[in-house]
């Protein structure tokens, strides 16, 4: 296992400048706090149940050149990413002082259409003669991405199956939603006019023009403390800090190559629900190969399935942030999350398959679920180089569910339009040394779940049930975690979409324990009769019937004492 090592005893004596430990630990926090402080703002002013109770939302700060400082401790697949989002603002226009930048193009810097991303460029010290605007160039940068519960296209919520991103929503390049200050009205009447909820959206896009005022407000406090030269130095330490303690845990790997596949169901369109014959889509591969020597890392996806006809394809900020993610975790927590991590390791992502889509691939899926499958893929390579190391596969999927229609009860909404999101826990895998946890979401989602007392008073739905979905994680030594039980009543015709995986081969086990239960879909309709649904599909419900959605369990982690044949292990199969 890498050896931790604490700022106040790291190497700091070979940088060109003087680095007090101390102060690096300080400027560390402070710059985690002003992430963390405008996530709280966000969260707080948000009107959507997804932002505001979900936490679907990540704030990071950035330095001169883009490069990350810090995270908030939100949703590991928004922050991993992001930063191609501020590297695509930065591209298409001068920022200049109180200019926010909107975007959500995938393959302009964005993930998927409903990730809504602001940047926002940080000018320290009064502008000048000498100094104008037009001339300065930002000391910092501060972003943030929420996932807009609809962002328009051909289904409620912009997550159903689509072939082309064109049916997925409102595709925006990056665009000045704040020009000098001012809101830039005809960019907000151009989003609003193509959306279902367009005074949520409002609502949700001025709670991220706010928490980017209040990094900025933060760092020009900062500045002006301690100083704009001791403050951009530290900055430069924090990166180089962290890419020195990349390479220390990677040097302590054993030098060698290490693959792993995995798979996808399906697109969920080549064969959309089962064809009359039950034909089901093909898997879609995941293949890695990493490579680890001299404190380096080489991940390579060469051999993924050609992007595919469905929506789970993901663009190339997805692969990154994957890797980001699991090498992430090979670190103690005390490490500063910034953009050194990533530089000692070298990401391939072949153009054109589902690791690297082009347009026009629809790509909703990809941001949510092949993000987790390369998660998956990842560790399952690495377990090969630290077996004790790295867990069996959690869920893998991030069940998610989107509904819409009208709103019939008699309140203040009656008739409205409504458009709900939200993804659903499961099992984490178990681990080298204890089991797994049972009902949570685990990975590249870091979100919670919208209280039952707010998704009823929101929403025309019932909750029927939520409950541990008992049993459902591999046996092993150490036993994977539960996933979970929701049916939902809905209580108007609903359009009900679902995107989700593992639906057909349950979480791999690790050190021969077994796989995890797969997830189930189904609805039971007014009549009493119950279909089954595929993980992947939309469908219009009529008032009364009953959704129910059972969550993948986790893999287990090494042979049972006492193991029966009841549970194939990862090898069985």
């Not at 810090?70 to 191609?84: Q, T, Y």
């Not at 693959?259 to 369109?269: I, Q, S, T, Y």
């Not at 992502?349 to 690297?356: E, F, K, L, M």
């Not at 089991?435 to 590249?444: F, I, L």
Request: charged fraction near 20%; glycine fraction near 10%; aromatic fraction near 6%.
């Amino acid at each position: 296992m890498p050896k931790r090592v604490p700022i106040a005893k790291a190497n700091l004596a070979a940088r060109k400048s003087p680095v007090d430990p101390t102060r690096l630990e300080i400027f560390k926090n402070i710059f985690h706090s002003v992430a963390e402080e405008m996530g709280a703002a966000l969260r707080r002013s948000a009107f959507s149940p997804n932002i505001k109770e979900r936490r679907d939302y990540s704030c990071a700060v950035y330095d001169t050149e883009g490069r990350v400082l810090a995270m908030g401790d939100h949703m590991p697949v928004h922050l991993g990413s992001m930063p191609a989002s501020v590297a695509a603002a930065r591209a298409a226009f001068a920022l200049e002082p109180g200019d926010i930048a909107l975007l959500n193009d995938p393959f302009a810097g964005g993930t998927h259409l409903p990730d809504l991303t602001m940047v926002m460029a940080v000018f320290v010290g009064a502008q000048t003669a000498e100094r104008p605007s037009r001339a300065r160039v930002p000391e910092f940068y501060v972003a943030n991405r929420a996932h807009h519960a609809d962002v328009g296209g051909a289904l409620a919520g912009s997550m159903g199956p689509a072939r082309e991103i064109f049916q997925e929503g409102i595709r925006i390049p990056a665009v000045k939603i704040i020009r000098r200050g001012e809101l830039n009205a005809d960019v907000m009447a151009l989003l609003l006019a193509n959306v279902r909820t367009p005074a949520e959206r409002e609502g949700d896009l001025a709670a991220q023009i706010a928490a980017c005022r209040i990094g900025e407000r933060r760092l020009s406090e900062i500045v002006a403390k301690y100083g704009a030269g001791e403050v951009a130095a530290y900055g430069r330490h924090l990166l180089d800090y962290s890419a020195d303690m990349m390479r220390a845990a990677l040097c302590e790997m054993p030098t060698g190559v290490y693959c792993a596949d995995d798979f996808l169901d399906g697109d969920g369109v080549s064969h959309a629900a089962h064809d009359a014959d039950g034909a089901r889509d093909a898997p879609l591969r995941i293949r890695v190969r990493i490579e680890i020597a001299r404190g380096r890392a080489k991940v390579d996806f060469t051999g993924s399935s050609p992007q595919c006809a469905g929506n789970v394809n993901a663009v190339e900020a997805i692969a990154v942030s994957a890797v980001y993610y699991v090498f992430r975790c090979l670190l103690s927590e005390d490490v500063p999350a910034t953009s050194g991590l990533i530089s000692p390791v070298q990401v391939i992502a072949p153009s054109g398959t589902i690791v690297n889509a082009q347009p026009p691939a629809a790509v909703a899926g990809g941001n949510v679920e092949t993000s987790q499958r390369m998660v998956d893929t990842l560790l399952r390579a690495l377990a090969k180089a630290v077996p004790n190391r790295i867990p069996a596969a959690s869920q893998g999927t991030m069940n998610n569910l989107t509904l819409g229609g009208r709103d019939p009860r008699d309140n203040a909404r009656h008739n409205a339009p409504f458009a709900y999101y939200e993804t659903t826990a499961g099992g984490m895998g178990a681990r080298p040394t204890k089991d797994g946890v049972s009902a949570v979401h685990t990975h590249m989602t870091n979100s919670w779940n919208t209280p039952i007392e707010v998704f009823e008073q929101v929403y025309p739905v019932r909750m029927r049930r939520y409950a541990v979905r008992r049993g459902s994680g591999g046996r092993g030594r150490h036993n994977g975690g539960d996933g979970i039980i929701r049916e939902i009543e809905l209580l108007a015709d609903t359009q009900v979409g679902l995107l989700c995986d593992r639906r057909l081969r349950g979480p791999y086990g690790l050190a021969g324990g077994a796989e995890g239960e797969p997830g189930k879909n189904s609805i039971t309709h007014p009549n009493g009769t119950s279909t089954s649904l595929p993980g992947k599909c939309t469908l219009e419900a009529k008032a009364g019937s009953v959704l129910k959605i059972e969550t993948p369990g986790g893999g287990g982690w090494g042979r049972a004492p006492n193991a029966g044949r009841s549970r194939k292990t990862s090898k069985q199969r």
